[in-house]
């Protein structure tokens, strides 16, 4: 008979049980439900809930279970529906009587979200880690190319010089924001909802403040009800978790676009492409597609938990069962994306010829030779003009602008002076730009020093 079928006059359906079941993948959360069920039963026997020596048999049993888990000999029951029924089970059956009193004062609601916040925080600080890894490689890219020019773009199109340390610069302010997610998500797990019971509380002087010092956490949950009916701190996860995927989709297509024959701009290592079936000579960036791609997936899971939770009255449903699949393939989906992607990066070879080739095209000097006529008192909007002729001029020639002669440029404008081909070359056009954010290679070391000092913090 199940824990719970007193009131009942037959078995549930076969087919109930298997719908009904959620130990194929609630069994991830056995350590942290072992862990909150020793908390719980060392604070009832120092309360005087239950007898300190039932207590003491209760923990020393959980422990027995848990190095069974970590070995692997652990057969969970599925008539026995979750984790924490598994738990239990087991437990009575080994110590007897006095595994029936870990229950007291406790609800499988506020049990398991006690679990998942657990396993959130868990899973929060693993990914401010893998963050951390990854933002350390972008950074040695950035500090080995302050002075490696390459094409910024807008549109897809060359628009002005820029350093390659710069533009890994901009990736660390996506991941640095990611991690400040994921730490506001680790917070926001962090509350103990212990205590709640299955959402009114309970009779029982527990003492809540005892078991969130056992366990860890900060403070502990202010409402009942919201204790055990609360998921906002998974879809800050998965809210996280999504702008993660989506910054290395948007780094992992840039790879992609560069390791074409049309850029040339990088050199994915052999250890992380593939090759074709049919044609031999194909290097294929799959890593960077396959991040690219499940990045929807991690989208999906925090949809589906949004989905669940928006028409849900208080307090426990039990549509929310259907939490832990999608946080625990978000999870998944992002660990394993962060991993592969650091590694990855790492291997990248940068051919920084083709880049500083690529920058030199596509008239991407054209705004510093209007900035440069307005610094001989030309009107920007008059510059902005002249240039636009220029360039349609050299267009029709097949030139670039510093292939233009001085009486030529003239012709144009007379405030054009000698000076103007120094101005115009591509490290000048960078190296002008030393306002802090900006790509002069002074203000990206300040940029990397700065974003060393968050990490370090």
């Known amino acids: ?262 850029f040339r701009f990088v050199e994915m290592d052999d250890a992380f492409a593939t090759g074709s079936s049919i044609m031999p000579q194909k290097k294929n960036p799959d890593v960077a597609e396959l991040i690219r791609g499940k990045t929807g997936r991690v989208y999906g899971d925090l949809m589906g938990l949004l989905t669940v939770m928006k028409g849900l009255p208080l307090a426990y449903n039990k549509d929310m069962q259907e939490d832990k699949e999608a946080f625990f393939d978000a999870r998944d989906t992002l660990v394993k994306g962060l991993t592969v992607f650091t590694a990855m990066l790492r291997t990248v070879t940068f051919r920084k010829e083709n880049m500083e080739k690529g920058a030199s095209g596509g008239f991407t000097n054209a705004t510093d030779c209007a900035d440069y006529l307005v610094k001989k008192g030309v009107p920007f909007r008059d510059a902005h003009a002249v240039v636009g002729r220029l360039v349609a001029h050299c267009l029709d020639e097949g030139k670039a602008l510093l292939d233009l002669t001085l009486p030529e440029l003239q012709a144009f404008h007379p405030a054009f002076e000698q000076d103007v081909f120094d101005d115009l070359s591509m490290l000048s056009c960078v190296e002008k730009r030393r306002i802090p954010g900006a790509p002069a290679p002074d203000m990206v070391q300040q940029a990397i020093n700065q974003a060393r000092e968050q990490l370090a913090q």
């Open 1 to 262: 008979m199940k824990l719970w079928g007193g009131r009942f006059t037959k078995s549930t359906d076969g087919l109930v049980d298997d719908f009904h079941s959620s130990i194929s993948f609630d069994q991830r959360l056995a350590e942290q439900d072992i862990a909150g069920s020793i908390a719980h039963a060392t604070m009832l026997g120092e309360q005087g809930i239950i007898p300190k020596e039932d207590a003491e048999k209760i923990v020393e049993g959980l422990k027995g279970i848990l190095a069974d888990v970590r070995a692997g000999k652990i057969e969970w029951m599925v008539d026995a529906e979750d984790i924490h029924m598994n738990v239990e089970t087991i437990l009575t059956q080994r110590i007897g009587e006095a595994g029936k009193r870990l229950h007291t004062g406790r609800s499988r609601n506020d049990q398991v979200a006690l679990d998942v916040r657990m396993y959130a925080k868990l899973a929060a600080g693993e990914t401010i880690a893998m963050l951390e890894d990854l933002l350390d490689a972008i950074l040695t890219i950035a500090q080995n190319n302050l002075h490696t020019i390459m094409p910024g773009y807008t549109h897809l199109q060359k628009a002005q010089p820029i350093t390659l340390g710069h533009h890994m610069m901009a990736y660390a302010q996506m991941f640095l924001r990611d991690r400040e997610r994921f730490r506001a998500a680790y917070r926001a797990a962090d509350v103990m909802p212990l205590g709640s019971g299955a959402l009114a509380g309970t009779t029982y002087p527990l003492n809540r403040e005892r078991v969130a010092e056992l366990l860890g956490f900060s403070q502990i949950s202010q409402n009942s009800l919201d204790g055990v009916s609360d998921r906002d701190f998974l879809l800050d996860y998965l809210s996280a978790a999504s702008i993660c995927m989506m910054h290395l989709s948007r780094f992992c297509e840039e790879l992609i676009l560069w390791n074409t024959n049309e």
